[in-house]
């Protein structure tokens, strides 16, 4: 069977639907990650680490759970302060954005 072919194969109705995604993060916890700074915190790990902190899907522990082990990973810390240090208050205009475009765009 010829790629082209196996592209327009069509299903038979009776297979069950394939699963690509066998796991999500529900608007609740998405949004408990979001209050609680999980994108400055996970920027911060990164930046110090050279890598990703794991996912909260990858993690298989509670919202909650997870928010204090990435949190414990800056005890010692201000953690607000991390927050606060990679989190934008302010407006961006559309010419930062443009000349942020530009700027990537040109690497």
Same mark, same amino acid.
């Given at each position: 069977?010829s ?6 194969r069509k @299903?038979p109705?009776d297979?069950? $639907?394939?699963?690509i995604?066998?796991s999500?993060i529900?608007?609740?916890? &998405?949004?408990? +990650?979001d209050?609680h700074g999980?994108y400055a915190l996970a920027?911060?790990?990164?930046? @110090?680490?050279?890598?990703?902190? $794991? ?7 509670s919202?909650e759970?997870? &928010?204090?082990q +990435?949190?414990a990973?800056?005890?010692?810390e201000?953690?607000d ?6 989190s934008?208050?302010? $407006?961006v205009?559309f ?7 530009l700027?990537?765009n040109g690497?």
């Amino acid at each position: 069977m010829s790629k082209l072919e196996m592209q327009h194969r069509k @299903r038979p109705d009776d297979e069950p $639907p394939i699963l690509i995604v066998d796991s999500f993060i529900s608007d609740t916890d &998405m949004k408990y +990650l979001d209050d609680h700074g999980w994108y400055a915190l996970a920027r911060e790990y990164r930046e @110090r680490f050279g890598e990703r902190y $794991p996912g909260f899907v990858e993690s298989n522990v509670s919202v909650e759970e997870y &928010m204090e082990q +990435l949190r414990a990973v800056f005890k010692d810390e201000d953690v607000d302060a991390i927050i606060r240090k990679h989190s934008n208050q302010e $407006p961006v205009s559309f010419d930062d954005i443009a000349e942020m475009i530009l700027k990537s765009n040109g690497r």
